[in-house]
């Protein structure tokens, strides 16, 4: 069965840097575009980030644009993601979400269970 | 970017009532890349509806989407209890964006 395993989150100093993982496993994780979804506390869902099956294509929201750097190892069928820089509105839980299949466009069928990150001084 | 613009915010609903939930783009999505996620406190999304219509993997036929362009409506034919829930829809063939959320709740 698919699994996704987010981990990494915890509580860092604004201005501080953090990098999350999320291990997958059941699927053929080099053929699935991978993302990343934050949701504030009592807030609703933020896309973050994207990466392509093989790694060429990336894309971020603006609001982590140039903070935030999404990659991943299919040798390890994991992705991560770099966050540099971060500030109190970044506190959210982060879901990894699996997407695209290939080059084809494809919705967010499986997702993590989250993993908290608290940016407070 | 893509904005989504859900209504309503809330939506108060007895068990075996319809729910009509309502999604709208500020531009065409394009080949109606348009999904609905459902979230109950505590757990992750989960896709109910992509392509604006079509019903994901085990969900149940009381769930149905539809729209095309920049409208789009997903509807519960008959509340469960456990519909109540938070209701995402979400863009995703123009980069990726939510709506934000219509809350399901029971009256």
């Known amino acids: 069965q698919v699994q996704l395993v987010e981990s990494g989150g915890g509580v860092v100093q604004p201005g501080r840097s953090l990098r999350l993982s999320c291990a997958a496993s059941g699927f053929t994780f080099s053929s699935y575009g991978m993302n990343w979804v934050r949701q504030a506390p009592g807030k609703g869902l933020e896309w973050v980030a994207v990466i392509s099956y093989d790694g060429s294509n990336k894309d971020y929201a603006d609001s982590v644009k140039g903070r935030f750097t999404i990659s991943r190892d299919n040798s390890k069928d994991t992705v991560y993601l770099q966050m540099n820089s971060l500030r109190g509105e970044d506190t959210a839980v982060y879901y990894c979400?699996?997407?695209?299949?290939?080059?084809?466009?494809?919705?967010?069928?499986?997702w993590g269970q989250g993993t908290l990150v608290t940016v407070s001084s | 970017e893509i904005v989504l613009t859900q209504s309503p915010g809330t939506l108060s609903l007895s068990p075996g009532e319809r729910a009509t939930l309502s999604c709208r783009a500020s531009q065409s999505v394009s080949s109606n890349y348009l999904a609905w996620y459902q979230q109950k406190p505590g757990q992750a999304p989960r896709l109910l509806i992509y392509a604006a219509s079509k019903r994901a993997t085990g969900i149940p036929d009381r769930f149905s989407g539809s729209g095309s362009g920049t409208d789009f409506t997903l509807t519960i034919s008959r509340l469960e209890p456990e519909d109540f829930a938070v209701y995402y829809c979400?863009?995703?063939?123009?980069?990726?964006?939510f709506g934000q959320g219509t809350k399901v709740d029971i009256k």
């Open positions: 979400a699996r997407g695209d299949r290939g080059s084809y466009f494809w919705p967010f069928d499986y």
């Open positions: 979400q863009q995703y063939g123009s980069s990726r964006t």
